[in-house]
Every structure is written in structure tokens, then in C-alpha cells.
């Protein structure tokens, strides 16, 4: 009697998202998980601070745990007399130096992601603030690129303060596993390429929020030598783990460009577009009142795009008296962040929070307009959301928000709050105008981005990267690209079998 084989075994792995928080990306990671019952799951997310106690979603019959672990947290002490770690001190002099030598970084990372499975801390008496000043004096001439800023004595100290918190990831244990895979932010995929390494599992990695290179709001008090630290070792990561992952899932054309000019190979990228669930966003007729209405979604933090939008937003309630911005999703930790930016606004009561709704279709129901305005980093979910649910959307042009809205809806120029004011404004007052963008916005959602596809085409690349090697007989492609006429189109995916088999 033959048993039954045992389903593939997938850490999802994310960056203290699912399913401990509830955002668009957690929102994205529920739908990968409940689709694909075939395989089970092991959910990570790895987070700097404190994790939640449980949950925020309910967990299927396929996940086998979900645990949040907090990098640095249990980090015991552990300097011991006669202790030089001479092999700690070797992986952080290469990895010091390939920040400014890109050829050197890997080795040095995963000399300390290997050191780390012996002890919890492999930077114990490694001087890395001495080892980033030789490493920085050291520079090769700079040529045509902008020379590096000076690091002081200072600013070494706090950047290796720095780096060696993020490097605690490399400590993270993963549960026994087939495969990794990792979705979006520079700490999960230190923890991806430490398990990579240690134990040789393959790695799939879903771009998401690119790019890596940008400042964090936090981090505009700090000085510049340590900001372009930072900005070079997360850049000097995402190269990695390019590098290592097997394959590597961009979700649209903008990302795929990214990944591709930070030295990810052609042949590994699937670009695999964002989907939701139609019959979670259904086409629901627009309020009945006759006050205008505006909504934007998102956390409410200092990255989230809520600057410019409240900018647009004085001059659209000075042009349409009674109009009032819903700002959906805000999150408890963001609140206060949000009340102080509308209290130096005067907007007072025409901007009402929300936090986000259980239910999707509540989401954006209670706005005439969606605006889409993003966070430099923020994946095109919300926007998909918007068009599914059959609302006329005014996007900013960042990142991938061109090529998701097409010519559904209407793209003005980031930084210009009055194009964005404008737009708004013309739609509120053109009621026939706004229904027609709106039912295009939903035909164009179901046409390209409806979770189903995604369901299908990851279940291809699990089954694809936790098999045997392929054949090198000739493969069925099929094409998953939307295009792009700004950006290179991505290649095509080799590894899928025909639709009609």
C-alpha cells in the first residue's frame, strides 16, 4: 500500500506582518496562504519591535505555526575573557569593507550568518565601529559617483550601533522547512539568507517594496555619513539576496526594473502582479448624501503619503465647500501622528478617521473619489483594492502606480499638490465622468489583477523550487507581464505547465 506523500512544507516569511498586523501586505499573504491548501505553512514574521501576543487573523488548517520574534530581544552577553573572535571579526572586516567594495559584502554576511547558529551574537568583541572607519578611509576613488561623506568617530559608533541590532536577524532560527519565502524588507531577508546559508534552503523572494535605497523619515536626524550607511547596506542586502534566491517574484515592472538594475539575473524574475478578491470588493453605489466625499487609505504614518495628500486636500475643501476626507486604515500607533498633521492644517472635523475595516467592502464606500496617494515604498495593493471596487481613483505617479491604473483613472505628477487638488476637484463635480472611470478602473482589476492568478502562478513556483531540478528539455512559457511602456518588460515565466493540461 503506497502512502500518501506529505504536502511541501513553505516559511512564509515577513517583516512583522502577517499574521500578527493587518495591512495590505498581510492582506496579500492571507490570500497566498488560504489559496494554496496544498502546501503547509510556517508563519515568520521577524520584526525590531515589541510582537503582538496573537494573531490578527484567524489561521487556516494549512499553517502548521505563527510566531513573531523580535531581533536583539533575548541577545544574552556574552564577552568572555581571552575571547578575540578572531572569525567574528574576519566576516565584519569583509562585510565593512563591501560596503564600499560591493564584491566583498556577501562573504563577510555570511560569515557572520554562519557564526551566528554557534553563538547568539557573532559581533561579541568585534570592534565594528573601527573596522567601518578603516573600511570607509579605505574607499576606493570614487570616479563619477557622488564621494562619501565624511564619517566621524561619532557617527561610525552609531552606524555599528545600527548595523549590528539589524544583523541580529542573522540569529533568528527558521522552523525545518522546503523552502523560504520571503516577502519585502531588509530584516526578513537577513533571517532568508542566514537559513539559506546554515541549512542550504532554497529561497523565494517577492519584491515588494522597493526601493531600499531611500531614507527612512526616522532616520533624517541622523548624520549623513550615517544615513549612507545605512542606505549602502541595504542596498548591499537586496544584492544579496538577488543573488541567492532561486527565484525572485517582482510584483510590476517598476519593481522588476529595480531588482534588475541592483544586479538580479533576467532568467530568475517572474514578475507576478498584485490580486484581490473580487467578490470581497464588490461595485457598491456611491453614498446617497450629497455632501462630497474623499477617501485614502493608508497606515497614517510619516511615510505614508499623508503630507501631500492633506496639502491637496486645503485647496480641494476651498474650491468644494462640505467635502470631507476619509482617511481609511490608520493605524492605533499612527493616530496621534495623524491628529497633529490635520491640526496644522485647520481642517478640523472635514477629516475623519477611520481605523481599517474588517470587512473590504467598507473600505472605500464612503468616498465619491479615491486618491491614491503612496508612500515612496508603498506596494500597489490599496490601489488595486480602489479600482476593484469600482471607485474613480486620482493616483500619484510613483513607483508602480502608472502601469496598475493605466488609463482607468487620472495620474498627476508627484509634489504638486494643486495638479492633485485639481484632479480631485474636477472629478467631485463631474458625476458622469467619475462612474465611467470607475466602472473602467473595475474592468481593468478583474482583466489583470484578481487573486486567483496570484493563487496559481505561486503554486507553480513552490512546486517548481521545492521539486527536483528541472529538465533541460524545452519549457512552456507563459506570459504574467501588464505593460509597462515606461519600463523594460520582465521575462517571461518558464517553469508553468499549459493552462489546458
Given at each position: 500500500m503506497k502512502s500518501t506523500p506529505s504536502p511541501e512544507r513553505v516559511c512564509l516569511l515577513t517583516g512583522g506582518g502577517y499574521p500578527f498586523r493587518r495591512d495590505a501586505l498581510s492582506g496579500w499573504c492571507?490570500?497566498?496562504?488560504?489559496?494554496?491548501?496544498?502546501?503547509?505553512?510556517?508563519?515568520?514574521?521577524?520584526?525590531?519591535?515589541?510582537?503582538?501576543?496573537?494573531?490578527?487573523?484567524?489561521?487556516?488548517?494549512?499553517?502548521?505555526?505563527?510566531?513573531?520574534?523580535?531581533?536583539?530581544?533575548?541577545?544574552?552577553?556574552?564577552?568572555?575573557?581571552?575571547?578575540?573572535n578572531e572569525t567574528g571579526r574576519g566576516a565584519a572586516h569583509l562585510l565593512c569593507r563591501?560596503?564600499?567594495?560591493?564584491?566583498?559584502?556577501?562573504?563577510?554576511?555570511?560569515?557572520?550568518?554562519?557564526?551566528?547558529?554557534?553563538?547568539?551574537?557573532?559581533?561579541?568583541?568585534?570592534?565594528?565601529?573601527?573596522?567601518?572607519?578603516?573600511?570607509?578611509?579605505?574607499?576606493?576613488?570614487?570616479?563619477?559617483?557622488?564621494?562619501?561623506?565624511?564619517?566621524?568617530?561619532?557617527?561610525?559608533?552609531?552606524?555599528?550601533?545600527?548595523?549590528k541590532h539589524a544583523l541580529g536577524a542573522l540569529a533568528v532560527p527558521l522552523p525545518r522547512t522546503d523552502l523560504v519565502h520571503c516577502v519585502g524588507g531588509t530584516t526578513p531577508l537577513l533571517t532568508a539568507l542566514a537559513g539559506r546559508w546554515r541549512a542550504g534552503i532554497p529561497l523565494l523572494l517577492t519584491e515588494a517594496r522597493a526601493p531600499v535605497a531611500r531614507y527612512r523619515p526616522a532616520e533624517e536626524r541622523l548624520a549623513p555619513a550615517v544615513r549612507a550607511v545605512l542606505r549602502r547596506f541595504r542596498a548591499a542586502v537586496a544584492r544579496t539576496g538577488y543573488a541567492e534566491a532561486g527565484l525572485i517574484a517582482p510584483l510590476s515592472a517598476y519593481h522588476h526594473g529595480w531588482a534588475l538594475r541592483h544586479g538580479a539575473e533576467a532568467a530568475r524574475l517572474v514578475q507576478v502582479p498584485a490580486g484581490v478578491d473580487p467578490s470581497e470588493y464588490p461595485i457598491i453605489a456611491e453614498p446617497a448624501t450629497e455632501q462630497p466625499a474623499v477617501v485614502w487609505a493608508g497606515s497614517g504614518g510619516p511615510d505614508s503619503g499623508l503630507a501631500p495628500l492633506l496639502a491637496a486636500f486645503e485647496q480641494v475643501a476651498a474650491a468644494v465647500p462640505g467635502t470631507v476626507l476619509h482617511l481609511v486604515?490608520?493605524?492605533?500607533?499612527?493616530?496621534?501622528?495623524c491628529a497633529e498633521q490635520i491640526e496644522r492644517t485647520g481642517l478640523g472635523r472635514a477629516v475623519r478617521l477611520h481605523p481599517l475595516p474588517a470587512d473590504?467592502?467598507?473600505?472605500?464606500?464612503?468616498?465619491?473619489?479615491?486618491?491614491?496617494?503612496?508612500?515612496?515604498?508603498?506596494?500597489?495593493?490599496?490601489?488595486?483594492?480602489?479600482?476593484?471596487?469600482?471607485?474613480?481613483?486620482?493616483?500619484?505617479?510613483?513607483?508602480?502606480?502608472?502601469?496598475?491604473?493605466?488609463?482607468?483613472?487620472?495620474?498627476?505628477?508627484?509634489?504638486?499638490?494643486?495638479?492633485?487638488?485639481?484632479?480631485?476637484?474636477?472629478?467631485?463635480?463631474?458625476?458622469?465622468?467619475?462612474?465611467?472611470?470607475?466602472?473602467?478602473?473595475?474592468?481593468?482589476?478583474?482583466?489583470?489583477?484578481?487573486?486567483?492568478r496570484v493563487v496559481r502562478v505561486y503554486g507553480a513556483l513552490y512546486a517548481d523550487l521545492t521539486g527536483p531540478p528541472p529538465s533541460p528539455a524545452p519549457a512552456f512559457e507563459l506570459a504574467l507581464t501588464i505593460p509597462a511602456p515606461r519600463t523594460s518588460p520582465p521575462a517571461t515565466l518558464r517553469w508553468l505547465i499549459r493552462e489546458d493540461r
Open positions: 492571507r490570500t497566498l496562504v488560504e489559496g494554496l491548501r496544498r502546501f503547509r505553512f510556517d508563519l515568520l514574521t521577524v520584526t525590531d519591535r515589541e510582537p503582538p501576543s496573537v494573531p490578527a487573523y484567524p489561521l487556516p488548517l494549512n499553517v502548521r505555526s505563527a510566531e513573531a520574534v523580535q531581533i536583539g530581544r533575548n541577545l544574552g552577553r556574552e564577552r568572555r575573557r581571552g575571547d578575540n563591501g560596503l564600499v567594495e560591493e564584491s566583498r559584502f556577501a562573504g563577510g554576511l555570511r560569515g557572520l550568518a554562519e557564526l551566528a547558529a554557534e553563538r547568539p551574537d557573532p559581533l561579541t568583541n568585534v570592534p565594528l565601529a573601527d573596522l567601518l572607519m578603516d573600511a570607509w578611509r579605505g574607499a576606493p576613488a570614487a570616479g563619477d559617483e557622488t564621494p562619501l561623506p565624511r564619517l566621524t568617530t561619532r557617527d561610525a559608533r552609531t552606524a555599528a550601533t545600527l548595523l486604515g490608520v493605524t492605533a500607533v499612527h493616530e496621534d501622528h473590504p467592502r467598507d473600505r472605500y464606500t464612503a468616498g465619491h473619489v479615491v486618491a491614491h496617494v503612496p508612500g515612496p515604498a508603498d506596494p500597489p495593493y490599496r490601489l488595486i483594492e480602489a479600482m476593484m471596487s469600482g471607485r474613480a481613483v486620482v493616483g500619484v505617479d510613483v513607483g508602480p502606480a502608472a502601469e496598475t491604473l493605466g488609463d482607468a483613472g487620472v495620474l498627476v505628477q508627484p509634489d504638486d499638490p494643486a495638479e492633485l487638488a485639481i484632479a480631485i476637484v474636477n472629478l467631485l463635480r463631474a458625476t458622469t465622468r467619475r462612474r465611467q472611470l470607475g466602472d473602467a478602473a473595475r474592468r481593468r482589476a478583474l482583466t489583470h489583477f484578481t487573486n486567483d
